[in-house]
């Protein structure tokens, strides 16, 4: 990506750094440092299509506040190991917050994408 629109990396390192730092991007990055998605702030970040309807299903689920993983597995008819990898990968992108509570894990959309559809 960097080559085809001719910038070195180090100054496609600085745009991006300028770009996040003036909030007109997200991005997601891998725990050894490389860039993996960006966006517009105000835009939902890239996903495939099972996070998008599991996104869905959630806003449903969850309009008055959090909804349990074991609700949603229940809901969707998903195994409870598909339902938490999937909520993962939208926390990881910070679209859902997760919490541990007494009961199991809960799911909720971030403030910043709750009204995005």
């Known amino acids: 990506m960097i080559a085809a ?7 496609a390192s600085t745009v991006l750094i300028e770009l996040v730092v003036s909030r007109q991007v997200a991005f997601h990055a891998t725990p050894q440092g490389y860039v993996t998605a960006v966006w517009p702030l105000d835009a939902l970040p890239p ?11 959630v806003a449903t689920e969850a309009q008055a506040g959090a909804v349990s ?3 949603l597995a229940t809901v969707s008819a998903m195994s409870r190991s598909v339902t938490a990898v999937l909520a993962s990968r939208l926390a990881v992108k910070g679209v859902l ?3 541990e509570t007494r009961s199991g894990r809960t799911v909720q959309i971030t403030e910043r994408y709750r009204d995005a559809r």
């Open 5 to 11: 629109h001719g910038l070195h990396l180090r100054s």
């Open 47 to 57: 996903m495939g299509g099972d996070e998008r309807t599991f996104l869905r299903l």
């Open 97 to 99: 917050s997760l919490v």
């Open 69 to 71: 993983i074991d609700r």
